[in-house]
């Protein structure tokens, strides 16, 4: 093993052995991770880096270890998205409204993560308040996937919006990572990138210091390298929070536990709505792969139906930029954020602070929402949509009557091109087809890598459960991991 | 359904965003690419639906209604971009 580059390879659960056994330092894990980071800006997958506070945490982790006080996460460097408050560490979403915006507190999941003991490397990018799906939004320039197709130097994307955390985790920056899913923020960027990435049931992670995109459906869930490494981090990052009034009164039960207990005689649904025209073949193929690889595991497959796919991206194009419009409105360049100059009244004020502050999506997500909650557009979208939404929740209540989980692909396509999709905002849009309903429907749901395109780009697979059925959605991601013996990793041309 | 160059600045001035003139033919069009897609909702049959606000099946927490944290003026205005003392400065609203 090539030395001292090789800590930073290690999943989360062999880092935690390690310097259980101490056979690592907190230090040389954090110093390996910093210098990784370093050599690997051209990605741009950290907004903000924090060396100062990693090297002081990862101390303090020494510390507790040597006492034999460790805690679950102890001395182990984590990646934030730039989407959760830090307290003195700046938190800007990915915003030029809220570049120099330093929180005065610390979001719910952060701060459990720190009471773990986990160390804090920086703060990554994303598309701007977590709007896109390829993380080319940013106002401080796109993410580059460390992933290239084979004989290619053409940069492409590492999906989105937590693309600055998928990147990290995928490049060895990190041991693992936090992101957002609004509406496939989580999933999309994992599977486009080779990595785990879990959006828990809404109300299992506490949104509060979560800076607000679309409240009904934001979740925050962990980005890692293995699905044991995904349970290992939710398992500190879930918790029962009086901060966040939608927060579910669930007492959090250890998720690594029975990860490994297999899929024999599980109801594994296969919906199919989720085989869409046009899509590439390779899509179908893996997913057929998928299927054959949980039935030779013992699970029995059964078809099911969610007629009421086809609308759930159309219902979120309304709900979200409606929530969204609404959750926007504190940026007024008053209190904190971006404030124009050169205004002769309060209006003016807002009306450049918000037009300066804000990139193009956004203003575009923004003006959507407005109109369909303003004055007689109100029932004929809105309200249509919130009904539809209703009907989309019954389809997954309908077909849990004949399953455990569902088996899906993640995504319609594996990455592509940095500029390919910008111009055109609904093809940009489709790439959360797969992942958007189970935010709709609140569920839990988890993506795997679990192959590679002719080209060698990853794809995933996706598994969604009941509400609250984490556990099962882990074994059953846990199995298809162990089949899809996913083990490709970027050529690391970034480090020369 | 679909939206004028009337009324995106009418939306943009609800949003309190400013539209330059030049940009309000452009994001009419952008808007109406959206409003067209999402036109495949008027299609379905949503009588005797009840619209879905939230997903999480518990009742709405209640606290007492009792100061928890305060005292933080200070942090509070740390992000203001203009400050007098503690309060909030902007441009004169009234004559």
């Keep these: 093993m090539p030395l001292p580059s090789a800590p930073t390879e290690f999943t989360l659960a062999e880092a935690r052995d390690a310097l259980c056994a101490k056979r690592v330092s907190a230090a040389e894990l954090t110093a390996a991770c910093l210098g990784a980071m370093a050599e690997a800006r051209v990605l741009n997958a950290f907004i903000t880096e924090t060396p100062e506070r990693a090297t002081e945490m990862a101390a303090a982790s020494d510390r507790r270890l040597a006492a034999g006080e460790a805690r679950p996460l102890e001395g182990i460097p984590l990646a934030i998205k730039d989407l959760f408050c830090t307290k003195d560490v700046r938190t800007t979403a990915g915003s030029r409204i809220l570049e120099n915006f330093v929180p005065p507190y610390e979001s719910t999941v952060t701060q459990n993560l720190w009471d773990a003991g986990a160390v804090l490397l920086g703060k990554t990018n994303m598309d701007e308040f977590a709007m896109g799906s390829s993380s080319e939004t940013s106002w401080f320039k796109p993410v580059v996937s460390p992933w290239r197709a084979r004989h290619s130097n053409q940069d492409v994307v590492p999906g989105g919006s937590s693309g600055g955390s998928a990147a990290a985790v995928a490049a060895n920056l990190c041991l693992g990572a936090t992101g957002t899913d609004t509406g496939g923020s989580i999933r999309q960027p994992a599977a486009l990138s080779g990595i785990v990435g879990m959006k828990p049931t809404y109300g299992r992670c506490s949104r509060w210091g979560v800076v607000a995109f679309a409240s009904s459906l934001d979740q925050a869930g962990p980005m890692t390298r293995t699905v044991r490494d995904a349970a290992i981090l939710l398992n500190a990052m879930a918790s029962v929070d009086p901060k966040d009034s939608t927060s579910v009164n669930t007492s959090v039960p250890d998720y690594e536990q029975g990860i490994d207990h297999g899929v024999k005689g599980l109801r594994v649904g296969v919906p199919r709505e989720y085989r869409i025209e046009g899509a590439p073949h390779e899509i179908d193929a893996l997913w057929s792969k998928g299927v054959e690889w949980m039935r030779e595991q013992g699970a029995d497959i059964v078809e099911v139906s969610l007629p009421y796919t086809k609308y759930a991206l159309s219902v979120y194009y309304i709900v979200a930029p409606a929530e969204a419009s609404s959750n926007l409105a504190r940026y007024d360049g008053v209190r904190y954020g971006l404030r124009a100059t050169d205004v002769h009244d309060v209006v003016e004020l807002y009306e450049k602070s918000r037009a300066e502050g804000f990139g193009a999506e956004v203003r575009r997500r923004i003006l959507i929402g407005t109109y369909v909650l303003s004055a007689g557009y109100y029932d004929a979208y809105y309200v249509r949509a919130q009904k539809i939404r209703a009907l989309i929740a019954q389809d997954f209540a309908r077909a849990f009557e004949h399953c455990d989980v569902l088996l899906t692909p993640s995504t319609p396509c594996s990455a592509f091109a940095l500029g390919a999709k910008t111009a055109d905002p609904v093809a940009m849009y489709l790439n959360d087809v797969f992942t958007v309903t189970v935010n709709l429907a609140g569920l839990p749901a988890i993506s795997i890598p679990a192959g590679l395109t002719e080209t060698g780009l990853p794809l995933g697979l996706q598994v969604i459960g009941k509400a609250f059925d984490e556990k099962l959605v882990l074994r059953a991601g846990h199995a298809i991991e162990e089949a899809a013996e996913f083990r490709a990793s970027p050529a690391r041309w970034w480090a020369r | ?95």
């Design chain 2, 1 to 95: 359904m679909s939206v004028n160059e009337n009324t995106v600045r009418h939306i943009a001035r609800l949003a309190r965003i400013a539209l330059a003139e030049d940009q309000v033919a452009p994001m009419a069009d952008e808007l109406n690419g959206i409003l067209r897609w999402i036109a495949q909702l008027q299609e379905v049959d949503i009588a005797g639906v009840a619209p879905l606000t939230s997903v999480v099946n518990q009742q709405l927490k209640m606290r007492d209604d009792v100061v928890t944290e305060g005292g933080e003026a200070d942090a509070l205005m740390a992000n203001a971009p203009r400050t007098e003392d503690h309060f909030f400065v902007v441009p004169k609203v009234v004559e």
